[in-house]
């Protein structure tokens, strides 16, 4: 390739406490391209990024640009090497117009709104970008947003634009829009990186691709010499074996049965649309999608937290076999209902637990409206933490240490263990190993197991697509707020399942079997 | 690679702040007391330099200007003090249930006049026509509910509208105010003034017109904190103030937390308003509650909030602030000595707080070498 250098990583390497999110990352980016960073979730694409636009600091390697060593260790020292970032979430300021935003916090030179203007004007004509400079932001469309920032950064004289995941809020048409002014930047020889999982878009936009996997550089290919399942394959890796117990389903009944459901978030856009499944009792039915692909909105509207546009969910008490609709009902009336449905979020500081809170307070959250008395009756509460501390052997030195200085898995073991303790017919877990370490995710998939065979319905919502294929019964695909397949556990392979995630919003018409 | 390392380490300051969650309890109650003392002598050698007096002069006349002659049998001043810290102590522990749920109530103020101004309409207009108990229970009732309402109107709002709830409450302050002004006008008889009202006033138990105050204030602090603690209510007010998203997860209805517990904070507001007609002024004006509605605020966050706690906190500051009132008044210092006075000690108090949460690590010097 004639192309030059315009960015080198050499031997990156970043790591969180134990967590290492980038390993000897090796990886360049030329001038006049466009790169693709591709990766799952916490694969460390956003990460490497941020070192590159100096919100990190790599604590190995080295970062050339134009053949040269650079130390960026602040976004200003990377505007000095002419690398501009543009995040997932726009870091604007509502009240301001365009331009106003454009120029915040530039020291150079004087003041000038009206000349300021011209320039920006300049720009949007010369890469085709449709944006009014006078315009405040809070009546813009998120794609008008997503323009400021570009813009923002090209005037700041970027000749390297990173995107963090640029398509992820857009609709079809403003992505082709995207898409053209992204090529248009790349013949003006600028180099572009952007970050993405959508395997369709890389391949329609992208010159080459880079491959990210559990914080490590797995190699680059260029886009047309390669296919989506090759990229599949670099993206999700060899089977790893990790022996996890699986018994058959004994004797499976219908626990919940979700019909035609669709969910708008708060910000209006559509999150979940046509989604029908049953969960059946003394199966595990797991959930994978790329994170965001509505598996949140998902869970919650199950228990009463997500409004429901339209579509039906259905319990099927195992005791009456009397059918119960939750939709547009509040968590208190789920529960009044006699639905026994515990639910593990993703958010377990935010949402399962309260942080400051002691253990024995935490247990007492689902339970502590038991009983006449205006008091609280914190015995039981107290017996329950004990037991949960003994029995998954949970390291604290107390039941009165509030739960914020356990160690990760320790705050997973406490939530699983309350949900579980409320003896569930259903059990909704998101998430339950992210950032555990082997024992304590081990810990977690046995106490799912057991539930199991008890007869209970679970549904697991992971993102590790080994312990998806290992643990599950039948596994549930979605993407972009859609079921893109249901299929069988046993025989599932991971490539299957990637090319399913990465499935685009067109072609998923459903391929509904479960 | 090598040469990256250093220039980092070249970044590195002199000095970093490490959060710490290991303080013992003793250990943090110490350093709040060394800053309490520390504030206090502050003040002191801040007085001496102002007015050349000695260090025991200044501390006597404080001492003299809280509590009197005790020694010359005069308890009159000390119960005044007594007083004045019991409704500043029913302040404090009122705005504290909206606090601990993060609804910053700055409306005890208002409040307490709304409720104060209910008390002494009861008094006029009801003095000579109802029984006395009967008149005490209405004076009583009639104030709870004004000190409630005036409190639960920005908790419907932030409810209905997520209005913000301290602009709101402030603002609820202004109005409360001005009514007083507009019922002075009209009772005051051109003065703008109302003679204090023989009618409807708090009993006087043991000699000593003070005492019941202070009793029904301890007592409520003491309920408060059980509230707080032990009932199933306050524990939906923490678990509402630490994380809205696990209330709504756990089926708390947010909403009528809100609602629920302003009535609660308000009602406690509008007896303090109470016994500052009824119990103490048996008068009204729109300086009745005198800042102490603001101030509570600040006591509330100093006893971190816990009622017990407050016992202590406001006791502190209504001594700083009749003390140093009176070292200003005996020295000829501005009146707003005291007002400064407070100001330091409570600078160091809350500037405590600093240390006890975080640990100052400085540079290693092993790393200077290096570089």
Known sequence: MAKSAAIELKNITKTFGKVVANKNVSLTAYRGEILSILGENGSGKTTLMNMISGIYFPDEGQILVDGQEAVIASPKDAFKYKIGMIHQHFKLVDVFTAAENIVLGIEEGKYNLKESISKIREI??????????????????????????????????????????????????????????????????????????????????????????????????????????????????????????????????????????????????????????????????????????????????????????????????????????????????????????????????????????????????????????????????????????????????????????????????????????????????????????????????????????????????????????????????????????????????????????????????????? | MAEIKDKKHKREPLFHLVKRDDMKWWAAWLIRIAAILIGFFLVCFISMALTKESLSSIIETMYRGVFGRIEMGSTKMMWRYFQKTAILLCLSIAVTPAFKMKFWNCGAEGQALAGGLAAMICMIELGNVLPYPLLLLVIVLSSIVAGAVWGVIPAIFKAQYNTNETLFTLMMNYVATQIVKYYLYIKGGGSNKINPVAEGNLPVIANNEYMLNVIIVLVLTLLVFIYLKYSKHGYEISVVGESQNTARYIGINVKKVFIRTMILSGALCGIAGMLLVAGTDHSIDTNTVGGQGFTAIMVSWLGQFNPLVMIIMSALVVFLNLGSAKVADSCYLNSSYADIAVGIVILLVVGCEFFIRYQIKFRSTKKEVHV
């Open chain 1, 124 to 514: 949007c004509d010369k890469y085709g970008f449709d944006l009014d400079p006078e315009k405040k932001i809070y009546t813009m469309s998120v794609s008008e947003k997503q323009t400021v920032e570009i813009v923002k950064v090209l005037y700041r004289g970027a000749d390297i634009l990173i995107l963090d995941e640029p398509t992820a809020v857009l609709t079809p048409q403003e992505i082709q829009k995207l898409f053209a002014v992204l090529r248009r930047m790349r013949e003006a020889g600028k180099s572009i990186i952007i970050i993405t999982h959508k395997l369709n878009e890389v391949m329609e936009l992208s010159d080459r691709v880079a491959v990210l996997r559990k914080g490590e550089y797995i190699g680059s290919v260029n886009t047309a010499e390669t296919s989506e399942s090759q990229l599949t394959e670099m993206m999700v890796g060899e089977k790893i074996s990790l022996n996890i117990n699986r018994s058959e389903p004994k004797d499976p009944k219908d626990r919940l049965i979700v019909e035609n459901l669709e969910c708008v978030n708060r910000m209006g856009v559509k999150v979940l649309s046509n989604v029908s499944f049953t969960a059946k009792s003394g199966e595990i039915l797991g959930i994978a999608g790329i994170a965001g692909s509505g598996q949140r909105e998902l869970l919650e509207a199950i228990a009463g937290l997500q409004k429901i546009n339209s579509g039906d969910i259905n319990y099927i008490n195992p005791k009456t076999d009397v059918v119960e609709n939750l939709k547009d009902k509040t968590p208190r009336q789920i529960r009044d209902l006699g639905v026994r449905l515990s639910f593990v979020p993703e958010d377990r500081l935010g949402m399962g637990l309260v942080a400051n809170m002691d253990i024995t307070d935490n247990m007492m959250l689902r339970s502590y409206k038991k009983g006449k008395s205006f008091l609280l009756q914190r015995k039981e509460p107290k017996n329950l933490a004990e037991k949960i501390i003994e029995d998954l052997s949970v390291v604290t030195p107390g039941v009165s240490t509030p739960v914020r200085q356990l160690s990760g898995g320790n705050i997973q073991k406490i939530l699983v263990g309350r949900e579980i303790a409320a003896s569930p017919k259903l059990l909704m877990v998101a998430y339950p190993v992210r950032g555990l370490d082997i024992n304590s995710s081990y810990t977690i998939f046995n106490l799912l197991n057991e539930q199991k065979e008890r007869g209970v319905a679970v549904i697991f919502v992971g993102e590790d697509l080994d312990a998806l294929i290992e643990l599950c019964d039948r596994i549930m695909v979605i993407g972009s707020g859609r079921i893109t397949g249901i299929v069988d556990g046993r025989t599932a392979t991971k490539e299957e399942l990637g090319v399913l995630m990465t499935k685009s919003v067109n072609e998923s018409e459903v391929s509904n079997n479960g």
